[in-house]
C-alpha cells in the first residue's frame, strides 16, 4: 500500500493541525481498501481557547456522517477531553446516554454528533489517532488462527484486542488492557475482527504508521498464498433479475433497486464451486451490517424461493437474539450472489446501492484471499446481531420519515430531452425515482448523466433501438414500474387534401406506432413491476380535433385506444395505464414559432389570443404536465386505469 502523503500539498496545513488532520483524513479516505462510505474515524486533541478566553483541552473527532474521504473541519465535533476520559472510567453507560453526554460536553452545539469511538480516541495519549477498517487486517484477523497471524506480522509492536461491540464497550476493554502498558512502546492496536488503529503527535507519522502496518498485513496475505481472484464473464437474466427485485421489495415491504454488478470478478465470485457455503459465513467488518444485514442471500434455479427462505430464516435469526425489547427491522437481503450471474445490491436509491455494491467488491475480494490459504471465519452471529440492532440504530427506526412517493421505484421515458419528457424525467427524479430518459437527441446522455437519472440515446421507430432501451434501464436498476410514453412530434399542418403519403406514414411512425413498441418492449416487466403505471401523453386534439391536423390527431386518437386496450390487458398485473390530454403548452419543442403562427392563423386568431384560448385563459407548462404525470404514476391514482385526463387550462369543446 502506497503513501499518498505530498510534502507541497501538506506545506499548505503546516501551521494549522486541525487542517493537517483533514488532510490526512482526507489521505485514508481516498483509498478503499482502508476504509468505505463512512467507514473509519479520526481525531486530533488540540488546546483551545473558549468563548471567555480560558483555555480548554478539546478532542475534535470525527462526526457521523461524514466521509473520510471528503471530510472538511466543520466534520470534526470538539469535545471537552476530561468528560470523555471520565465517561471512559463508567461501569455502564447505554448509547444513547454516551451520544447525550458527548452532545453536552461539546464546545460547539452546531457541530455533528461525535464518532461511536469519541471515548476511545479520547483514550489514546497523542495528538493525532487514526483508525480504518483495513481489507488486509480484516483478512489476517478473520480467519480461525487470527490472533497467530497477527503475532507472526507484528510480534509486540501492536496492543491486540480481542473482538467487543464498538462503541463504549470497546473503550472499556481496551482501557482495561492498556493497563500500565506505556502506549508509546507501540506502533498500533489491532482490533480482532474489526480493523486497525494507528496514533502519533505528528499526523503524517500516525498516517504512515497507518500505512506501514497496513502494507505488512498486505504482504502476509500474499506470502501466505493469496491469488489474483478468477475472472468468469457473467450470464444475463434480465426477466428474472426483475422478479428478483419484485420479490426482494416485496419482503422489504418496500421498493427497492436491484442493481447488479456484471464484472468479470463478481462472475468469478459467483461462478466457484464453494460459493454457496464460502459467501454466507458473515461480513468483512460489523460495521457493514447495517448496511449489508449479516449475509447475503444465495440465488440459484428458484430465487423467489431462495428469498423467502431467507427471509425465514432472518425472523428466526432475530426471535433467536432479540431480548424481546427489539424492533425487527425488514427481513429482506440487502445483496444476492446469484449463481454464474454476478452479486446483486439492493437499495432504496442508487446511491445505496453503489455504496453496497463496493462493500461486496471489498468483501468478495477478502473473503478469496483468505480462502487461499485458511477459512473466511467471520464474527458469530451474536455479535454481529448486536451492531445490526444497536440502540442507536433501533432509535432511528421509531422516528417514521414519509419516503418521497417513487423512492426504490424504476422509470422509462421517452422523447425526454426537451418539453414535457424532460420535465417528467426531472420530477420522477426528484420525487425518488431513478430514471432512465430516452430521447433520439443524443444530447439527451450529457443532460441526464448522474447516478440514478441517466439518459439514452434512442429512435423509438427502431426495435433494436427500443431493444436495448428497455434492457439498459432493467441492467441498471434492476427492473420498471413506470412507463412515460411521451415521444411524439407535431408534422406539418396540411388539410387532407393536401395530405402526402410522407407526412402521414410518419406521424404514425412516432405518435403511434413507437409506442406501441415501446410498451410491448417493456411488457414483460411491467408485469413484474411494483403498483405498476403507464402513462401515455396524447393531446386535447383526440376529444377537440382541429382542421389541418388530421395526421397529429389520428395518431394521438390510435394511442388513446392503445392506452385503453392496454389497460384491460395489463390490469390483471395491477398495471394502470391512463392518458394525459395536455394543450396550451408552449415550452416544448413541438412550439416552433411558426408552428404557433400557423395554429393561430388556423382559428383566425393572434398568437397572443390564440396562446390563452382556454377557459382559465392560463398557459400550461411542461413542469406542470410532469406533476401531473407523476399524480397519475404515483399512489392517489392508485385505482384509477383507462382514464383520460385534460390538462389543458379547460376547454369548451372538451367539457
Ligand atoms: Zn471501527
Redesign the pocket.
Known amino acids: 500500500m502506497k503513501s499518498l502523503w505530498n510534502d507541497t500539498e501538506a506545506q499548505a496545513f503546516s501551521n494549522d493541525p486541525l487542517e493537517l488532520r483533514v488532510y490526512t483524513s482526507r489521505l485514508l479516505g481516498a483509498n478503499p481498501d482502508l476504509v468505505l462510505h463512512g ?3 479520526t481525531s486530533v486533541k488540540l488546546n483551545q481557547q473558549n468563548f471567555f478566553g480560558d483555555p480548554e483541552e478539546l478532542l475534535l473527532v470525527k462526526g457521523s456522517g461524514w466521509d473520510l474521504a471528503t471530510i472538511e473541519s466543520p466534520g470534526f465535533a470538539p469535545v471537552r477531553l476530561d468528560t470523555l476520559k471520565r465517561l471512559a472510567e463508567l461501569e455502564t453507560l447505554s448509547d444513547t446516554e454516551m451520544v447525550r453526554q458527548q452532545r453536552a460536553a461539546m464546545t460547539d452545539p452546531g457541530a455533528p454528533n461525535p464518532s461511536v ?1 469519541a471515548i476511545l480516541h479520547a483514550l489514546i495519549p497523542f495528538r493525532y489517532v487514526d ?3 483495513a481489507d488486509a487486517v480484516l483478512a489476517v484477523t478473520n480467519h480461525p488462527d487470527g490472533e497467530i497471524s497477527v503475532q507472526e506480522i507484528y510480534g509486540n509492536r501492536v496492543i491486540v484486542i480481542p473482538y467487543v461491540m ?1 462503541g463504549f464497550v470497546l473503550a472499556k476493554k481496551v482501557r482495561e488492557l492498556t493497563q500500565g502498558k506505556n502506549w508509546a512502546d507501540y506502533e498500533g492496536m489491532i ?1 480482532m475482527n ?2 486497525i488503529f494507528t496514533f502519533d503527535d505528528d499526523a503524517r507519522e500516525s498516517y504512515e504508521k497507518m500505512i506501514r502496518l497496513v502494507t505488512e498485513a498486505e504482504d502476509y496475505v500474499r506470502q501466505k498464498g493469496a491469488r489474483e481472484a478468477s475472472k468468469t464473464k457473467v450470464r444475463e437474466d434480465l426477466i428474472r433479475l426483475a422478479g428478483i427485485r419484485k420479490k426482494v421489495s416485496d419482503t422489504a415491504g418496500k421498493a427497492m433497486l436491484a442493481v447488479p454488478d456484471q464484472t468479470e470478478d463478481a462472475g468469478g465470485f459467483s461462478s466457484r464451486k464453494d460459493i454457496s457455503e464460502i459467501a454466507v459465513r458473515g461480513p468483512l ?1 460489523p ?1 457493514h451490517v447495517l448496511r449489508t444485514k449479516n449475509i447475503p442471500v444465495m440465488l440459484d434455479e428458484n430465487p423467489v424461493e431462495a428469498i423467502e427462505t431467507f427471509k425465514n430464516q432472518y425472523l428466526d435469526y432475530f426471535k433467536r437474539n432479540t431480548d424481546g425489547q427489539l424492533t425487527c427491522l425488514d427481513p429482506a437481503p440487502r445483496w444476492a450472489v446469484w449463481k454464474e450471474h454476478g452479486t446483486l445490491a439492493f437499495g432504496r436509491s442508487v446511491k445505496e446501492t453503489t455504496i453496497i455494491s463496493d462493500i461486496i467488491g471489498h468483501t468478495r475480494k477478502t473473503i478469496q484471499q483468505v480462502e487461499d490459504w485458511s477459512s473466511w471465519k467471520a464474527l458469530p452471529e451474536k455479535d454481529l446481531f448486536e451492531v445490526e440492532y444497536w440502540e442507536l440504530e433501533q432509535a432511528k427506526l421509531g422516528k417514521p420519515g414519509k419516503s418521497p412517493n417513487f423512492q426504490g421505484k424504476i422509470a422509462l421515458v421517452s422523447g425526454a430531452a426537451s418539453g414535457i419528457g424532460r420535465a417528467c424525467a426531472e420530477t420522477l427524479h426528484q420525487q425518488g425515482a431513478a430514471v432512465l430518459g430516452l430521447d433520439l437527441n443524443p444530447e439527451v446522455e450529457k443532460i441526464f448523466n448522474k447516478p440514478g437519472l441517466m439518459g439514452f440515446c434512442c429512435d423509438v421507430t427502431d426495435d433494436e433501438s427500443i431493444r436495448q432501451a428497455v434492457n439498459l434501464v432493467v441492467r441498471n436498476f434492476g427492473g420498471l414500474d413506470v412507463l412515460v410514453s411521451n415521444a411524439g412530434n407535431f408534422p406539418a399542418g396540411l388539410t387532407l387534401e393536401k395530405m402526402t403519403a410522407e407526412t402521414w406514414d410518419s406521424s404514425m411512425r412516432l405518435n403511434l406506432s413507437s409506442h406501441q413498441r415501446l410498451l410491448t418492449a417493456a411488457t414483460p416487466f411491467l408485469q413484474q413491476s411494483l403498483d405498476g403505471a403507464v402513462v401515455f401523453i396524447a393531446s386535447r386534439n383526440v376529444p377537440a380535433p382541429g382542421p389541418g391536423a388530421s395526421a397529429y390527431s389520428v395518431a394521438k386518437a390510435g394511442l388513446t385506444q392503445l392506452a385503453r386496450v392496454a389497460s384491460l390487458e395489463l390490469g390483471s398485473y395491477g398495471v394502470r395505464v391512463n392518458v394525459l390530454h395536455p394543450d396550451c403548452v408552449y415550452d416544448t419543442g413541438l412550439w416552433s414559432d411558426d408552428v404557433l403562427q400557423g395554429r393561430a392563423e388556423k382559428y383566425g386568431m393572434s398568437v397572443e389570443a390564440y396562446k390563452s384560448r382556454n377557459i382559465l385563459k392560463k398557459e400550461v407548462t411542461s413542469r406542470e404536465v410532469a406533476e401531473m404525470v407523476a399524480a397519475v404514476a404515483g399512489p392517489v391514482f392508485l385505482k384509477t386505469t383507462g382514464a383520460q385526463i385534460p390538462i389543458d387550462g379547460g376547454n369548451d369543446r372538451v367539457i
Do not use: A, I, K, V
Open positions: 467507514g473509519g474515524n469511538e483508525h480504518t477498517h464498538p482490533l474489526h480493523g467488518t460495521d
